[in-house]
């Protein structure tokens, strides 16, 4: 659909990029991308992506806002503790690009819903907290092909990495299977600095936008590390394993299943 | 000999295990960790028989989720 004069301003400063035009402004207003998370990761990109004119988002979160949740999440404001997290998250959306349609999905993400789910979408980002929540991001979208990018944060450190399902390593050629429930220490001991997901969740959109364009050159095959407290970043590279039990040469791994709660159930944790 | 760990160099007086490596870089949690050896991911039964030569490239990859913890070392 052509641009309408208020577009051509509004995107102004994407349409004047050489890379981005106004052909590459209309295929952003036709594109879909699917948030898992409305949390540290998901509030930045969900932001970002509506403000850039993704026609269509997806969001994906099953929680509520939490008081502990405000040092991070910065698509939730204080009022909006107690609300539906994917409730809180559409309102701002909506607010600052009425362009957008927002889908919401109040749900958690499991083996019987998400295959349904990322079909319907272009890109998806991970944006959850937890891995068996990882874990099957990332093998739903292996099985329907859908590109995304997985990230994980850490007190003062992140990484991410996106991946091109069946063509470039999954998250699974790097962590064959999810840590034994009792190596997890409850996030209240953790900790993390609350720009860290700001920082990393940025980056996902970059990866999302420039996948949705086929500008530049993709996090694949490649894990990003960031350290806020060195201002280091790294780029580690990963190669395809032939041992990956979903998309190496002898997979094992051949429907959705769930590797375990996807809610934290730690008592009292707000992760 | 000498490795590359993280993308930092680091003398060792004798060769170590895998296993032994994660122990003597403090890493206090070894199983929220991958490790990639000159670009191949282990599998963690290699942990314990996979002996590191001089001038190998040691990746420590780390579970992440979301504000969870994890492991980690004290450096």
Redesign the interface.
Known sequence: MPLTEQQIERYSRHIILQQVGGAGQEKLLASRVLIV?A???GAPAALYLAAAGVGTIGLLDGDEVDLTNLQ?QIIHHTDDVGRRKVDSAAEKMRAINPDVSVRTYDVWARAENLREIVKEYDFVIDG????PG?FLINDACYFERIPFCHA????F???LMTVLPGRTSCYR????SA??PG?????G????LGVL?GVIGSLQATEAIKCLLGIGDLLTDT?LTYSALTMEF?K????R?P?CALCGPNATITTLVDEGDVA?DEKGCR? | MKLTV??KEVGLDRSLLVRELLADRKVK?P??V?V?LN???L??SEFDTTALNDGDTV?F????????????TTD
């Open positions: 998370g949390g540290g990761l991070r959850v907290d937890n891995f990882k994980g944060i850490l007190q450190e992140g990484q050629c790097l962590f064959p840590p034994p190596a997890v220490p409850s996030c001991q953790a900790g993390v997901p894990l790294r580690v590279r990963v190669s394993n041992d934290c992760c | 993280n993308g949690m199983e929220m991958s990639e670009g191949r991911i599998r963690r990746e990859l780390y579970f992440m989720g979301g504000g969870r913890a994890t492991h980690r």
